[in-house]
């Protein structure tokens, strides 16, 4: 792999970075040069991560247990002595449900992990983050601006992420930390593919996930990755900005409503 020096000297964490778009940015950062710690809850594949990339770090951490996140932080900060960029990627995408089949409890969780685990993680790494004059990138999705069907809990936790990234963007520019978010769009991942299983017919949804683009296809893991890093390491005037990767999703129009809705011409204006 040729390392680049774009991130050179750098160290980053990336919570679930075992897979997916997580796992693509531990290796976008690597390849520009930061050393990375890999957080993740699931051993197995942390450490799979950990092997194929040199210049790596696997450390066991629930993002919802704050004595693993303290333990996250201090443990970085002992190894490697600094702390640059913090990557809040830890989430998870429920199968659809209507808010009626939901309950306070599933939402609670996803609370805990989507939201709460990024606040709690970038509490206690400010004090390094600061030092440093680096920066915060959190990982929130298009549907917290455009909405989504069925994933009412799911869209909220998200908006909520986009919402925390411009108030703390505030507040920590008086000490050159830089806080900003990327809203992916649908990228091909092993969660993408674990939802569509769920579904009545998967091929169905992988089609209309592919069509909703204009580019007409999913984006990549490596694609949000290098978002990431141009947030981190080139976006110097750049703070509470939502960086849209969505292969242009969110644009033009697009029949929104059911079969059943009226198709009689609008009536004019007298």
């Not at 680096?134 to 994933?151: M, Y």
């Not at 984006?219 to 005037?237: W, Y």
């Not at 849209?244 to 033009?252: C, D, N, Y």
């Amino acid at each position: 792999m040729a390392m680049g020096t774009r991130y050179a000297g750098k160290v980053v964490i990336v919570t679930g970075g075992g897979r997916g778009i997580g796992a693509g940015i531990v290796r976008a950062f690597v390849e520009s040069g930061a050393q990375v710690v890999i957080c993740d809850k699931d051993e197995t594949r942390g450490r799979a991560v950990e092997r194929e990339l040199p210049g790596t770090v696997f450390l066991l951490c629930d993002v919802t247990r704050e004595e693993d996140v303290r333990t996250l932080v201090s443990e970085t900060i002992r190894r490697f002595g600094r702390l640059d960029c913090i990557v809040n990627n830890a989430g998870y995408h429920p199968p659809p449900q209507w808010l009626e089949e939901t309950s306070a409890q599933g939402f609670r969780q996803l609370l805990e992990l989507n939201l709460l685990g990024t606040y709690t993680l970038t509490k206690l790494a400010l004090p390094h983050l600061r030092k440093s004059q680096g920066n915060v990138i959190n990982i929130s999705s298009l549907v917290g601006a455009i909405g989504q069907s069925q994933a009412v809990p799911y869209v909220a936790t998200k908006g909520a992420v986009t919402a925390l990234t411009k108030a703390l963007a505030l507040d920590e520019s008086q000490y050159g930390v830089r806080v900003n978010c990327i809203s992916p769009g649908n990228i091909w991942t092993p969660l993408w593919e674990e939802l569509a299983a769920s579904t009545p017919d998967p091929t169905a949804t992988i089609r209309e996930g592919t069509l909703a683009q204009p580019l007409g296809r999913m984006g990549q893991p490596a694609e949000v990755a290098a978002a990431a890093v141009f947030l981190a390491s080139e976006a110097s005037f750049c703070t509470g900005t939502e960086l849209l990767v969505t292969g242009g999703a969110e644009l033009g129009y697009g029949r929104k409503a059911g079969q059943a809705a009226p198709t009689e011409a609008p009536t004019t204006p007298s």
